[in-house]
């Protein structure tokens, strides 16, 4: 069962070839017996799974559930779940139980889909690697060794390792894309705004994206369809309709104007994963596409602003966790200011202390205008950048990252090769746009992303793209060998 | 030497709305502690604010109500410091683009005159939680409420242009005026409804520069306010007269101990790191709420002013009073109406009855006595049926609730006696019976007869049972009396 795709479970639960509690029990078994290898789940929902199952059985029973009922997926640690610990990977959060629901987690519960646990992730999703997570790393299916990169790790390597057919995951900088790319299945990260942050823990809240991970593009539509909504309670949530992300996924993509960024072929791509991606561009120009050179001539400013921006959203947006009202609270304070600082030093790890240390000093007296004002300077830029590209193309593409999974610890004494990880996907966060990647090729066994990024609200024409893609090809049924 | 105090207020107006400005919790005060916060004014991972549209509109009608500019485009932004009754570690304000612009507000001179203090801008905040160090907590323990957490604010800034406490009172007060007056906060300053900052500096008579200020923050009565500034003035001029230097600082003043300290430097000095709200979307203001607010702007205070001394020929200075607060000047104009007489009902509201409510503590919007009730005291004293020595008993029974003025009149036969051919008998009686004070009025010099008909008022009174009309009494003892010289 854990090898069909989403899609096919949706018909198998509706052609009654298994219930949805036949289908939990199982990927609950396969969580119980797989997880320690990976360590992607931090805490799985089991008797709370069952429940849901049960009633979601009786509504596919009365007919006319909603697409998602009975489907189990994974949640991201870093959404609310009412009355389940919810850590964002981190100590300070080791014992929040929070009373509420993220919309996006009331999203699938409402269409009867079947939570079975949370996914690992880097500490407040700070990360490339999941190396940072207070729960220990994620192991990448495809190489036990090697990193499922981050921040989202825990949901791609869950997917790759089939202990979910579906998972939830956020995107502040590639966190859905990046670990897509090195896990070997498909992510999204939406528009700016298609997808409610209410309930989500924020890390840049103007950057921070939900997203699916699913290992087709056809499940991340399925997917994307339920967790998609106009939201009152997140003033930056955009009411654009909405429209059905399946219904045209079956359209011919002749006549597509692909672009692509020379900027993104450039120094420090690995060759192999360069090559990866220029056959897959090959295969979309078989198919009808049309491969336009463009120049995204502002690029390399994206890793230099971001990590002024989303370490200075970050300084503010974690100041909350003081040890006074939730979470970590360090033993027998003896002042106030004792309680501040031996809580967030004892409470945070070692990168989110160095993002809140960045983002202070940027926004700091004489130094905001240098930092902050110029990264939002060069935040215009890019967005002028894609803007200008999408006068000329429908959709942009490249790699999803700079090479395939890395070893653990590899890149853990050096935080700016960290942060080059997500050199390709930083810029569409800063310019709000929606991106996906895709499995288009391996490289010592290990597999490589395509990366497709579309203007604003155009993951319909993404979707259809990457759907095409994968009719045409099998990266994406590729397996770990592990697995097989 | 002689010196000159300069005064510049940082006002926080507490908005009428009833929720918060970022979450749907009550705002009602004196709840118990902690009962009106939710997720959002706690600062739970993941919540979000959104921006309540009634506390933007107030916001834009105080801007129109004291003629400033509305700024299109406002923009909220992170103002952070730690505190444990600040659950976000970061205060939502507004800093580089505030909503409401340069604007001015008109403030009474005690000599009759009128001065404009230039207002800088004022923006939209929330307020943040209440620590609480005793009470009913453990001792060593400090506690916090978060009920106040999030209640919109706006804080008024203005330029140093005031003078004196005096000037500062008055400007304070035309505020308290002006935002009840339009309905966005209820001006209960015991409830810090309305709390002042004052920047204070002196400089020499004549001198142009400003001295160096202090904020004397958390003022909370216009009284506190009025002794903080005299006290700030006294110290810093003794200061300088002494040979020493003003230092800038925040102070705290105790209206209990009537003492003011400096706060501790620590707590000050903060670099406070704005930097705009990416939770929360510019705040763009459109022509036409803009023109709907200013539509539904009920009467400004000087506006009504003029009014009242053009329309009831009042005296300016009743019609400041009269006019600043809206209860005050509705319950006026209520009582003119009914009894097209201005003149008396200005003076008794103003008069008896503000006297007897703030002796009894209450206020104009609870009182015993009801518009229509003054109303009927006052068409009894106008058409002469008592007398205003008989008036005063009647407006206490009527406070007292033994009816309105007709009823009362009539169950204690307090009528005043008009009747002239009975007063007559009765002032003839009193002459016929005091030979020795006729014989006294008449041998005195015209100038002071006035006074001796004194006794002959008081024995008529007397006889009357103090009903007699007193001026148709004075007439017709005039006639008589004269009849004799």
Redesign the interface.
Known sequence: MHNFTLAELINGLRSNKFSSVELTQHFLNRIKELNGDYNAIITTTASQALESAISADQRLANGNAPEMCGIPILHKDI??TNGVR?S?GSKM?DN?I???N?TVVENFENDGAVMLGKTNMDEFAMGSSNETSFYGPVHNPWALDCVPGGSSGGSAAAISARLAPGATATDTGGSIRQPAALCGISGLKPTYGRVS??????F???LDQAGPMARTAEDCAILLNAMASFD?????SVNEPIPNYRSKLDNPINGLKIGIPREYFSEGLHSGTEQAVRNSLVELQNLGAKLIDIKLPSSHLSVPAYYVIAP??A??N?????G???GYRCKEPKD?EDL?RRSRSEGFGEEVQRRIMIG?YC???GY?DAY?GKAQQVRKLIQQDFSDAFKSVDLIMGPTCPSPAFKFGAKGNDPVAMYLEDIYTIATNLAGLPGMSIPCGQVDGKPVGLQIIGNYFNEERILNVAHQFQQSTDWHNHMPSELA | MSWETVIGLEVHVQLATKTKIFSGSSTRFGASPNTQAC?ID??????????NKQAVNYAIMFGLAIDAEIEQKSVFE?K?Y?Y?DL????QTTQLEKPIVGPGRVVIPLADGTTKAIRIHHAHLEEDAGKSIHDGDIPIGVSG?DLNRAGTPLIEIVSEPDMRSSDEAVAFAKKLHSIVTSIGICDGEMSQGSMRFDVNVSVRPSGSSALGIRTETKNLNSFKFMEEAIQLEVDRQIDLIEDGGKVTQETRLYNGDTKISKPMRSKEEAN?Y???PC????PVIVSDQTLDELRSSLPELPDARKSRFTQQYLLSDYDAEILASDTSNAEFFESVAEKTKNPKLAANWVMGDLTARLNMENKNISNSPVSSSQLAGLILRISDNTISSKMAKQVFDAIWLGEGNADEIIEARGLKQLSDSGSLEKIVTEVIEANPAMVTDYVNSDESKRKKKMGGFMGQIMKASRGQANPQQVNQILLEKLNELI
């Open positions: 959404f609310c919810t964002c959060l929040f929070p009373p509420y993220a942050r209410w309930g989500m823990i924020a840049a809240s103007s009152e309670k997140d003033s930056t200075a959203e300084s503010a974690l100041s909350r966790f003081d006074v009202k939730y106030l501040y202070t926004l700091s007296a905001y902050y | 997720a706690l600062a739970m991972p993941g919540t979000l604010p959104v921006l992170r952070n730690f444990p659950p976000k570690g970061y916090v670099d790191r704005y930097f990416p939770d929360l979307l």
